[in-house]
């Protein structure tokens, strides 16, 4: 079994900053690419950004500049640092990870965390 956990969200004021984490825990022998995806009200899940184990990032249109994705791969965790933020940001953010367990390669959630950004 492979887990996902993220933690981080929450409500912050217009301008404002937070980070996220997720970390990936279970029976990995390797992780590859790892991505924050984020669906807000109404809306279709988007790709916000993600980071290859060998470090190339890149970032939907609307948060460069704002957002930076990076890694920890002895930890198996990935962090989303939000500069910046705008109402518009406010969503369910998903840690997202494609890892093989040894057996098979596969696609990985975690169970969301909320963003609001609202003053």
């Known amino acids: 079994q492979v887990q996902l956990v993220e933690s981080g969200g929450g409500l912050v004021q217009p301008g404002g900053s937070l980070r996220l984490s997720c970390a990936a825990s279970g029976s990995i022998f390797t992780v590859y690419a790892m991505g924050w995806y984020r669906q807000a009200p109404g809306k279709q899940r988007e790709l916000v950004a993600a980071a290859t184990s060998g470090g190339s990032t890149n970032y939907v249109d609307s948060v460069k500049g704002r957002f930076t994705i990076s890694r920890d791969n002895a930890k198996n965790t990935v962090y989303l640092q939000m500069n910046s933020l705008k109402p518009e940001d406010t969503a369910v953010y998903y840690c997202?990870?494609?890892?093989?367990?040894?057996?098979?390669?596969?696609?990985?959630w975690g169970q969301g965390t909320q963003v609001t950004v609202s003053s």
């Open positions: 997202n990870a494609v890892i093989n367990n040894g057996k098979y390669e596969g696609i990985y």
